[in-house]
T-cell receptor, first 110, second 113 residues
């Protein structure tokens, strides 16, 4: 079975802090994605990556950056956290059509 | 751009059949997906339709009509464990986004005993 692991299940940070969300997949997938999920808005794509050191903006990249130094690891970075970035963050990887999601990180920015 | 609509909530009774509809408007189309998400858990893949028609997989079936921009997920012999959010997602065709998905807001299904 594919395993997508997100480093933290719950995270509480303060406004202005730099935040790192880590995601690791164990199936050698080329494609990795970061989504955020908010009530009534569904899943929205922040950034994605097709290969190591490659990244592309999704629908809502503002306030975020990403890093993919190794194929199995895709990191989401909040340079200066703000309260409107309080959300559930979901990482996913894919090979062809099917997305495999991690369990999510519930981030609260106070 | 993309627009995906599905009902916010549905309720059904254990043992019954329920149909969850999804309509979409996209700039190009390259497949429609259904995912299931239990509360507090990650979404899991249910089905994928790229051609018109019905795809059946056990108690779950998914239908697609590309000309109408319409899909539905049919759940038969409902069980309590089917209570979850059901997410419709479309993969559009546009430059640099052939493998992205755009998700609807999800339909929260509650199965009552």
């Amino acid at each position: 079975d594919v395993k997508v692991t997100q480093s933290s299940r719950y995270l509480v940070k303060r406004t202005g802090e730099k935040v790192f969300l880590e995601c690791v997949q164990d199936m050698d997938h080329e494609n990795m994605f970061w989504y955020r999920q908010d009530p009534g808005l569904g899943l929205r794509l922040i950034y994605f990556s097709y290969d190591v050191k490659m990244k592309e903006k999704g629908d809502i990249p503002e306030g975020y950056s990403v890093s993919r130094e190794k194929k199995e690891r895709f990191s989401l970075i909040l340079e200066s956290a703000s309260t409107n970035q309080t959300s559930m963050y979901l990482c996913a990887s894919s090979l062809n059509e099917k997305l495999f999601f991690g369990s999510g990180t519930q981030l609260s920015v106070l | 751009g993309q627009n995906i609509d599905q009902p916010t909530e549905m309720t059904a009774t254990e043992g019954a059949i329920v149909q969850i509809n999804c309509t979409y408007q996209t700039s190009g189309f390259n497949g429609l997906f259904w995912y299931q998400q239990h509360a507090g858990e990650a979404p899991t893949f249910l089905s994928y339709n790229v051609l018109d028609g019905l795809e059946e997989k056990g108690r779950f079936s998914s239908f697609l009509s590309r000309s109408k921009g319409y899909s539905y997920l049919l759940l038969k012999e409902l069980q309590m464990k089917d209570s979850a959010s059901y997410l419709c997602a479309v993969r559009p065709i546009s430059s640099g986004s052939a493998r992205q998905l755009t998700f609807g807001s999800g339909t929260q299904l509650t199965v009552l005993p």
